[in-house]
């Protein structure tokens, strides 16, 4: 049943990669989504399965082969409550996806690629997930890179979409990188890659220090793929590719393989706390950075991008703190409602032939209500309204923050109220205000299977919070905290929480009034004076430029690490490249091709040369004999 | 005492012949001068008791080869000035000396080997009998291949000579 | 007195103006020739060896020699044949098809 769940997408992948070309479009889009259904099928399977089962005998391991035997290394995949949750939402979202995918892509002529690729970065992150040795892991972990690669780039022929991919991979390169060596230095210090072996291990104090190095060097890595700073510059750009592909990289995939990873080796992060705090303060920054950043941006799927960064940022925050399940379970429903907003984006760009500037849009409520009742479920889910799931996630964290320290909370409330204000400004602009007069006669509702994932995913976040509800909103929801129970036996320990229960009350309802104000003031200036905008632009005129480019981030880069490397190649290439490579190559050409020109003059078709020299070698033998006679 | 007259009459005779055979102009005549050397290579043999080569030389070498020389070149017409007019090719010096060196050192090792001076009188030749008793049953098989090897020869004289 | 070593003599002296034949002439009906000769001159040496070891199997060597000069007349002088059919000439000289 496990490698069933691997099975089915790699087999989609395969048929569609391989035969894709020759068959007609309803299959092609039917395997596609068939293979990721039954791979969603056998994890819920095994899901109900483990329900029943007690909590002890919740896990499967399954080795298939030996692969390095010399370095101990197995193709063997774990299956515990962890996992099995990421493998229902990453088949289950990734489904979804692979739905509105049919309508959205219908008139894509490489229909076949698309899905095959989509099926591959399904098996990628299931490997990921299911991997029970770090070496399988980072296959997967590069698998989700190279398809990401692949799907950004998807368009290639428009180059800016292509610089966009390869943007996405070198970026992802860097963090790989640290993850590779940290991979060294694990197999150094412990002898093996295989991560229930790991968990098991009894680490020694003047470990601590090498431990303490690994730990960062795999959060590295996690920033690379879920985009923290100093390595999220890649995911605004990933922009470039299919919206459903943007919804995939960004709910079900790719980003959370960091939260992941760090949930599932957190028995190595429990024990160095530095990394703890570091992965802790990093996901803070990045929550308020990209949530500034996402203010005045215009295009629908940059804003939408930028939140999903500042989300990741407050996962981080969550097991960087310690709370694992708290992360996981933020992790679990941001997937429902960043997958619903990108969609239901996806509905308004398809429906608007392509526009994605919001300062274009505007007034769609009538003419799009689908699209607008889904849109708003998820823009509530993701500021946190009860009884969307957003609230009881974000809650949750900001509550277990309070618990460390203060401060976390403060800013994470700050974060909240900046995601309020960006979302609701973007609803606002696109939904509602002026109407602008172009192409507005061809709008269409999306087709029926987008709507059907809209509205499944409309559903997940309005209740997906369900599974997570905190214990002190028990007497009201009726509710025990489901999620937590589930995941509790694979985390060896947890976040303590130690202020007064009351408190929680309190920090509940003041977070909700704060961030319910917020929106009510955000949509009201933005409905009623939409040149507010323009007051501001001019009034905060350096602060604004400053935010619509992104802080000048990306130049910094380029200056900083791109134009050094460009400079650097330059000068090896005319040296090293150029001078000594190819002038030692071209020499030996040039040695070759004279002496093979020299010796070709031996050569000359004339027989008698040839006999002259049979007659000189007749001399050199007999010469040999006459050397016995002397 | 004949046998040593014999030697040198004839020994000089075949060396005479082979120089006319590479210094005449005319291939025809060098045909002639050709077989000449075979008819005093033929007595030679007959010198050192072996009269079944000394036939099987007049009737092949003289008879059947020279002939397909001549007939050979009365096929082909042979009158390019070139050949007439530069019997060698170039470069002669190096080839001179290189033939110097290889006689040289021919006579020199042949010299160098002790072989009786004598033929002594008691050394007798072969009969064709004896020859023929060894060939039949020693030789047999490569005298089998031989025939295969004749075979071969008059096919791909046809195909080579064939005109297309 | 005429010994062995006269005979060999003899034969290397044959066979060296076969060589000289090989290497200097122009035409390639009188290389063939020498060729021959140098034959020849072989079967000399093997004939006097053969007397000299009391052996009949230098008179065999002799005979297949023979058949193979034949047999190599026969294969060349076809070879020549076809060749002047495509080039008008016997000159060596002007015969370099082989060349690399």
Redesign the interface.
């Known amino acids: 049943m496990l490698s069933a769940i691997l099975l089915f997408p790699l087999v989609g992948f395969l048929i569609n990669g391989l035969l894709g070309r020759r068959l007609p479009k309803i299959s092609i889009s039917s395997i596609g989504c068939t293979s990721v259904f039954l791979s969603f099928a056998s994890a819920f399977y095994l899901f109900i399965d483990f329900l029943q089962s007690p909590e002890g005998w919740r896990e499967i391991t399954i080795t298939l082969f030996q692969w390095i035997p010399l370095l101990g290394v197995d193709v063997s995949f774990k299956l515990d409550s962890l996992s099995l949750l990421l493998v229902l939402v990453i088949t289950g979202v990734s489904f979804l996806i692979h739905l509105y995918s049919v309508n959205y892509m219908e008139e894509d002529p490489s229909l076949a690629r698309y899905f095959s690729y989509l099926n591959l970065f399904t098996f990628a992150m299931l490997l990921l997930v299911l991997a029970n040795n770090l070496l399988l892991l980072f296959i997967g972990w590069e698998g989700v890179g190279l398809c990401s690669y692949l799907l950004i780039g998807f368009w290639f022929e428009d180059d800016e979409k292509a610089q966009a991919g390869k943007k996405a991979f070198l970026v992802n390169r860097i963090g790989d990188f640290a993850f590779l060596i940290a991979l060294f230095l694990i197999f150094t210090t412990f002898g093996t890659l295989n991560i229930s072996s790991l968990r098991v291990f009894e680490v020694s104090s003047n470990q601590l220090q090498t431990l303490t190095f690994i730990t960062l060097l795999l959060f590295i890595g996690a920033c690379g793929k879920s985009a923290q700073i100093p390595l999220y510059i890649w995911l605004p750009d990933a922009m470039a590719g299919p919206t459903p592909v943007s919804a995939l990289i960004h709910a079900a995939t790719m980003v959370t393989a960091g939260v992941y990873m760090i949930a599932r080796l957190h028995f190595w992060y429990l024990l160095t706390p530095f990394s703890m705090t570091v992965v802790a303060t990093v996901g803070i920054v990045t929550t308020l950075f990209s949530a500034s950043m996402a203010f005045f941006q215009n295009d629908i799927k940059k804003v939408l991008a930028y939140s999903t960064i500042s989300q990741l940022g407050t996962m981080f925050l969550a097991v960087g703190i310690g709370a694992f399940s708290a992360g996981i379970f933020h992790l679990v429903t941001h997937a429902f409602f960043k997958a619903l907003l990108f969609l239901a984006a996806g509905s308004v760009i398809h429906s608007l032939h392509g526009e994605q500037d919001i300062q274009k849009m505007g007034n769609l409520k009538s003419k799009l209500p689908l699209t607008h009742i889904v849109f708003l479920f998820g823009v509530l889910a993701i500021i946190g309204f009860p009884p969307f799931s957003g609230f009881f996630s974000k809650d949750e964290i900001l509550w277990l923050a309070f618990n460390k320290n203060a401060l976390f909370w403060i800013l994470g409330l700050l974060g909240a109220l900046m995601t309020t204000f960006y979302m609701v400004r973007l609803f606002t602009l696109v939904f509602y205000g002026h109407s602008q007069k172009q192409n507005k006669e061809h709008l269409h509702e999306a087709p029926p299977l987008m709507a059907l994932a809209l509205i499944l995913l409309a559903l997940l976040s309005l209740a997906g919070g369900f599974i997570g509800v905190p214990h002190s909103l028990y007497a009201f929801f009726k509710m025990d905290n489901f999620l937590e129970h589930f995941l509790n036996p694979v985390f060896i320990r947890q976040l303590e929480v130690t202020q007064e229960g009351f408190s929680e009350y309190g920090l509940m309802i003041l977070t909700l009034v704060l961030t319910l104000a917020t929106a009510i003031w955000t949509f009201l200036t933005f409905h009623k004076h939409q040149e507010w905008t323009e007051h501001l632009k001019i009034k905060f005129h350096k602060v604004h430029s400053f935010l619509v480019n992104k802080y000048y981030i990306d130049e910094l880069y380029t200056f900083l690490f791109v134009l050094p490397v460009k400079k650097g190649s330059e000068l090896l290439l005319r040296f090293l490249d150029k001078g000594t490579i190819d002038g030692s190559l071209h020499g030996l050409g040039k040695l070759t091709n004279l002496s093979g020109y020299r010796l070709s003059l031996l050569q000359n078709g004339n027989i008698q040369t040839y006999a002259l020299g049979l007659v000189i070698g007749a001399i050199g033998i007999l010469l040999y004999i006459w050397s016995y006679f002397v | 005492m004949w046998h040593n007259i014999i030697f040198w009459i004839l020994s000089i005779l075949c060396v005479g012949c082979a120089l006319g055979v590479v210094w005449q102009r005319n291939p025809v005549v060098s045909a002639v001068f050709l077989v000449g050397s075979f008819v005093a290579l033929a007595g030679l043999y007959l010198n050192l008791n072996a009269p079944f080569l000394a036939a099987i030389q007049i009737i092949i070498y003289a008879g059947a080869i020279m002939v397909l020389f001549v007939f050979v070149m009365m096929l082909l017409d042979l009158h390019h000035p070139l050949d007439l007019y530069f019997r060698f090719t170039k470069p002669k010096l190096p080839k001179y000396i290189v033939l110097g060196l290889f006689i040289w050192l021919l006579c020199t090792l042949i010299l160098a080997t002790a072989f009786p001076l004598a033929i002594p009188d008691k050394a007798q030749g072969f009969t064709v009998a004896q020859v023929a008793i060894l060939l039949f049953s020693k030789y047999a098989f490569p005298f089998e291949l031989t025939s295969l090897l004749l075979l071969i020869a008059l096919v791909g004289g046809v195909v080579l000579a064939k005109k297309k | 007195?005429?010994?062995?070593?006269?005979?060999?003599?003899?034969s290397?002296?044959?066979?060296?103006?076969?060589?000289?034949?090989?290497?200097?002439?122009?035409?390639l009906?009188?290389i063939?020739?020498?060729i021959?000769?140098m034959l020849?001159s072989v079967?000399?040496s093997l004939?006097?060896i053969?007397?000299?070891t009391?052996s009949?199997?230098g008179?065999?060597f002799?005979?297949?020699v023979?058949?193979?000069?034949?047999?190599?007349?026969?294969?060349g002088?076809?070879?020549?044949?076809?060749l002047?059919?495509h080039k008008q000439?016997?000159?060596?000289?002007e015969?370099?098809?082989?060349?690399?």
């Open positions: 007195m005429v010994g062995y070593s006269h005979y060999l003599i003899l290397a002296v044959l066979f060296t103006i076969g060589v000289f034949g090989v290497l200097l002439r122009r035409n009906i009188i063939f020739m020498s021959e000769l020849n079967n000399l004939v006097a053969s007397k000299f009391q009949a199997d008179q065999i002799v005979f297949f023979i058949t193979v000069a034949a047999v190599e007349a026969a294969v002088l076809a070879i020549i044949i076809s002047f059919r000439t016997t000159a060596i000289d015969i370099n098809l082989m060349k690399g």
